[in-house]
Nanobody, 126 residues
């Protein structure tokens, strides 16, 4: 089992940047594929980005492609989400998630992930 704790959220003006971190407990972090999802008020949880165990496979939602970068440091048991050129529509609670079975073809589907963090709020003002 792994516990996930997100940090780095906050309030930022449109066009600004934030870097989210997700720290994982346990010794098997490198065996999990990781994903970032978000939920905006009144909307369903949506996929943002995913990264394979080694970091060799990465996918993004079209809405964030070219602006967000997912990365991981297995030595630090941490996955990151660098968010640049933020827009008001990026406002949401951001969650990291771990897939214990490794990278799935359904990486965009929340039910593929076994463990979730508590979320961190990102608010982008105009």
């Amino acid at each position: 089992q792994v516990q996930l704790v997100e940090s780095g959220g906050g309030l930022v003006q449109a066009g600004g940047s934030l870097r989210l971190s997700c720290a994982a407990s346990g010794r098997t972090f490198s065996s999990y594929a990781m994903g970032w999802f978000r939920r905006a008020p009144g909307k369903e949880r949506e996929f943002v980005a995913a990264i394979s165990r080694s970091g060799g496979i990465i996918n993004y939602a079209d809405s964030v492609k070219g602006r967000f970068t997912i990365s991981r440091d297995n030595a630090k048991n941490t996955v990151y989400l660098q968010m640049n050129s933020l827009k008001p529509e990026d406002t949401a609670v951001y969650y990291c998630a771990a897939d214990r079975l490794g990278y799935s073809a359904r990486y965009y589907y929340p039910n593929e992930y076994d463990y979730w963090g508590q979320g961190t709020q990102v608010t982008v003002s105009t």
